[in-house]
């Protein structure tokens, strides 16, 4: 797989340098072809291996500016591969939706049973959004 496409989003994959400018080549020429442009500045590169050193890939003649970290489709991605900052935001999503239901937590006429079935379809899917089993 070398792309993702949402829309007018493409996000483009490649596992060497050489390969995701052949790519952006590609993307560039096929627009062209039907009186389009890239914009550049709206184009970014993130590097996710152990090489650190700078990816410089190229529209035309224009640089296209290098990020740590993208979102895409409401998912953040990070170039250290990591998840961390995502699930901390989960997180803290869920524990301000369990405190903006205190008072049915503290509610004596409902019963532990029926609010820990709250807590499944009001509060879980929250932590669980987009989540990979």
């Known amino acids: 797989m070398t792309n993702l496409r949402y829309a007018d989003d493409i996000v483009l994959i490649a596992s060497t340098r050489q390969e995701l400018q052949a790519l ?9 072809s039907v009186g389009m442009r890239l914009n550049v500045k709206k184009i970014e590169t993130m590097g ?15 640089a296209l500016r290098e990020v740590h970290s993208f979102k895409y489709l409401g998912a ?6 990591t998840c961390v900052e ?9 524990r301000d939706r369990m405190g903006s239901l205190t008072t049915l937590w503290k509610s004596g006429t409902l019963s532990n049973e029926l609010k820990a079935r709250l807590i499944q379809a009001l509060v ?7 989540a990979e089993a």
């Open 124 to 130: 879980w899917p929250i932590v669980t959004y987009r």
């Open 86 to 94: 995502q699930v901390k935001t989960r997180l803290g999503l869920a």
């Open 24 to 32: 952006v080549n590609r993307v560039h020429s096929a627009a062209v």
């Open 48 to 62: 996710v291996c152990d090489d650190k050193s700078p990816i410089t890939v190229k529209v035309g003649l224009d």
């Open 76 to 81: 953040k991605f990070k170039a250290d591969a």
